[in-house]
């Protein structure tokens, strides 16, 4: 069931982007996190218990846990376990969930504005839709950006795809959930307390997976020289390490490409994805996992 709710919700988030992207926005992104989070701070704000660490976990852990309740409650053998009704509803609850959790769109989809402004030689919009893409103030000439927007495709296709996908085979929909929001979270607060720790421990798996992948899709012997350092310390921040083995297993790109690595490396992402997803697909088909 995990692979064919894998597959249905690729193809629900992948239609969202073609062709209703204003509702896609509205269901595959944090937006929802944002407007619970703010439920949630209005019922406990003025607790105080809430300010710490206890009202991190709250706001992350309470949406999980309601997900793993029903899985756990769907494995107890009650009047609808191994029934129709009931695995259709598990099918379209995992669905949901991945498709809450998937995007909100590619990164070639993101990159599109971005890559028809440098075929135009408009820099300006270029520089501008780089600036949307990374979220950090653009350099000082087209390359300097191109090299931002290479690592970016790294993070994002890591974020937004790969670990959910790792997390999903792993732990389930709830494990899926559990990372997007603690990524969601951090996205507008500071880097510490208990939200960071977890996106630490929850990043240091899938990163390692993607690593392995970028490595088998790209150049290998470069990609092993800058990694092979850092593949086992717990301390290397999983996104950074990502990236890292992103940029370095792109190897060597044409020299003479005037529009940089971004495209090289957005290629890249698309195959090490390849490979991810075939692990994931016999990692179902052996009963890998706890979904």
């Known amino acids: 069931m995990a692979l064919l709710a894998l597959i249905i919700a690729l193809f629900i988030e992948h239609y969202f982007h073609k062709d209703t992207k204003q509702l896609n926005q509205k269901v595959s992104h944090r937006h929802w996190f944002t407007r619970y989070q703010e439920k949630m701070t209005s019922w406990f704000g003025e607790q105080s218990w809430f300010g710490k660490w206890v009202g991190e976990a709250v706001v992350l852990l309470a949406p999980v846990l309601v997900i793993y309740w029903v899985y756990a409650w769907y494995q107890h053998d009650w009047w609808f376990h191994g029934g129709l009704l009931g695995s259709l509803f598990m099918l379209a609850l995992a669905v949901g969930v991945l498709v809450l959790c998937l995007g909100p769109e590619s990164p070639r989809k993101s990159l599109k504005a971005y890559y028809d402004a440098r075929a135009e030689h408009q820099e300006q919009t270029a520089f501008e839709e780089a600036a949307l893409f990374t979220g950090q103030e653009t350099a000082d000439s087209i390359e300097a950006v191109d090299q931002q927007v290479s690592k970016t495709i790294f993070r994002k296709s890591?974020?937004?795809?790969?670990?959910?996908?790792?997390?999903?085979?792993?732990?389930?929909?709830?494990?899926?959930?559990?990372?997007?929001?603690?990524?969601?979270?951090?996205?507008?607060?500071?880097?510490?307390?208990?939200?960071y720790k977890l996106n630490l421990?929850?990043?240091?798996?899938?990163?390692?997976?993607?690593?392995?992948?970028?490595?088998l899709a790209g150049d290998m012997g470069a990609g092993v020289k800058v990694l092979k350092k850092d593949f086992l310390d717990f301390d290397v921040d999983g996104l950074n390490f990502v990236e890292s083995a992103g940029f370095a297993s792109l190897g060597f790109y044409e020299s003479d490409d005037k529009r940089g690595p971004s495209r090289w490396a957005l290629k890249l992402a698309e195959r090490a994805g390849v490979i991810i997803f075939a692990l994931v697909a016999i990692m179902s088909l052996l009963g890998i996992g706890l979904y």
Do not use: C, D, S
């Open 158 to 195: 890591q974020t937004r795809y790969f670990a959910v996908v790792i997390w999903f085979m792993i732990l389930g929909p709830a494990g899926a959930l559990l990372y997007r929001l603690t990524n969601w979270y951090l996205e507008k607060q500071e880097h510490q307390g208990f939200a």
């Open 201 to 215: 421990i929850l990043e240091w798996i899938p990163a390692r997976i993607t690593a392995l992948a970028y490595l």
